[in-house]
Structures are given as structure tokens and as C-alpha cells.
């Protein structure tokens, strides 16, 4: 069965570094999505992605973030200059209209230190 | 108002019991709701999809819109130490191409 797949599964980075995390949504999909979820806390939304730009962002969003699709498969999010709070885990999601809902990868753990 | 909440837990219950994890949501621009059950440090994982108001039966599972109360169900029959993990609703006003804005989430334990 086709899954969303994310790289690496951890990262740890000093504060003030600039971190990309990775993902390769299923084959398919149009649609992308960045969500983040703090230790204890809920799923946040960050920011969807489609035909090769942003379609909505949240506050979280801020300057600091960036998303990209380099190439045809994978689809990055980049923290420019990395911060405490932002220590969480980061889902990357895909969506095609033949899909029910969005399909969620594994999570990438950032630990900023 | 959270837009979206969810009873945290955690719940405890016995092997074979009937299991009820809700949510109660404060947007009737909602129509999509989904479940979701994530285990430690994994990703979440869609359970159940339903649109609108109804029942929607999967197996062991049967997941419930309740639209004019703006509360949704989830409901496990016979349930077994696997299912032991966290599920997090979800919900959309339009389907799959919006954002997901998700409950807290339940941590449920089956205890053998």
C-alpha cells in the first residue's frame, strides 16, 4: 500500500541552526501538507501546498518557514533559524481527490537544544 | 471556545469492553470527520472517514456524526490489547484539500 514517507526520523540541531525536514508524499497525491505536533499536545496545522504554492498557512508560519517540492517526489519544509519552541514532532500529509482524507507519514522528531 | 475538543483521557478499560471516544466541535461549517488512531511516536493513522451526519461501521469500529449536537463518536466492540494507543479526531469543511483541525486526542489502554 502506498505511504508518505519522511527523512530522518530525528534531528537534533542547535538553536539559531537551520533545519530541512523531508518528505516524500504518495505518488499521486497534488495536495501537501506540513503539521506539527508539540510533546502532549495537540496536531497543528501548518501550512497546505498545491500546484506549486502555498494555499494556506497558519500563525505558526511564520518568516522562520519555507516549503518547497524540488523535484517531482519529494517535499521539504525548512526552518531557517531554529528556535526552542520548536522542538516537536513534524507530519508531512498528501491528498488526491480520488482519496477520502489526508495520509499521514511517520513524523520527523527536531529536538532543539 | 476550542473549536475542536477532545477528552484527553487517559481511559483504562478491560479486554472485550465496549470502548466510546467523542468529540465535541464548535464549527457547523464541519462535514468531514475523521479518526485517526496514532501509536507512540508514529504518525497518525486514519481510522474511520465519515461525511456529514450517520453511522459508518468498519469491523470492530463504528464511528458517529451527530451534526445538530456538533459531536461525533467513536465506538470499539470487543476491544484487544492492540488497540491500545492514542486516536485524535479530526474535521474539515471541505474534503481532504483544507486543513485538518484536530482534538487533543484520547490515550486508551485495553488491559488484558
Known amino acids: 500500500e502506498p505511504e508518505v514517507t519522511q527523512t530522518p526520523s530525528h534531528q537534533v540541531t542547535q538553536m539559531g541552526q537551520e533545519v530541512i525536514l523531508r518528505c516524500v508524499p504518495i505518488?499521486?497525491?497534488?495536495?501537501f501538507y506540513w503539521y506539527r505536533q508539540i510533546l502532549g499536545q495537540k496536531v497543528e496545522f501548518l501550512v497546505s501546498f498545491y500546484n506549486n504554492e502555498i494555499s494556506e498557512k497558519s500563525e505558526i508560519f511564520d518568516d522562520q518557514f519555507s516549503v518547497e517540492r524540488p523535484d517531482g517526489s519529494n517535499f521539504t519544509l525548512k526552518i531557517r533559524s531554529t528556535k526552542l519552541e520548536d522542538s516537536a514532532m513534524y507530519f508531512c500529509?498528501?491528498?488526491?481527490?480520488?482519496?477520502?482524507?489526508?495520509?499521514f507519514g511517520p513524523g520527523t522528531r527536531l529536538l532543539v537544544l | 471556545q476550542k473549536e475542536v475538543e477532545q477528552d484527553p483521557g487517559p481511559l483504562s478499560v478491560p479486554e472485550g469492553a465496549i470502548v466510546s471516544l467523542n468529540c465535541t466541535y464548535s464549527?457547523?461549517?464541519?462535514?468531514?470527520f475523521m479518526w485517526y488512531r496514532q501509536y507512540s511516536r508514529k504518525g497518525p493513522e486514519l481510522l474511520m472517514y465519515?461525511?456529514?451526519?450517520g453511522n459508518k461501521e468498519d469491523g470492530r469500529f463504528t464511528a458517529q456524526v451527530d451534526k445538530s449536537s456538533k459531536y461525533i463518536s467513536l465506538f470499539i466492540r470487543d476491544s484487544q490489547p492492540s488497540d491500545s494507543a492514542t486516536y485524535l479526531c479530526?474535521?474539515?469543511?471541505?474534503?481532504?484539500?483544507?486543513?485538518?483541525?484536530f482534538g487533543q486526542g484520547t490515550r486508551l489502554t485495553i488491559n488484558p
Open positions: 479530526a474535521m474539515s469543511a471541505v474534503r481532504g484539500a483544507q486543513k485538518l483541525v
Open positions: 465519515t461525511y456529514s451526519s
Open positions: 500529509a498528501s491528498f488526491t481527490q480520488d482519496a477520502e482524507t489526508q495520509y
Open positions: 464549527n457547523s461549517a464541519f462535514q468531514y
Open positions: 505518488s499521486n497525491h497534488l495536495y
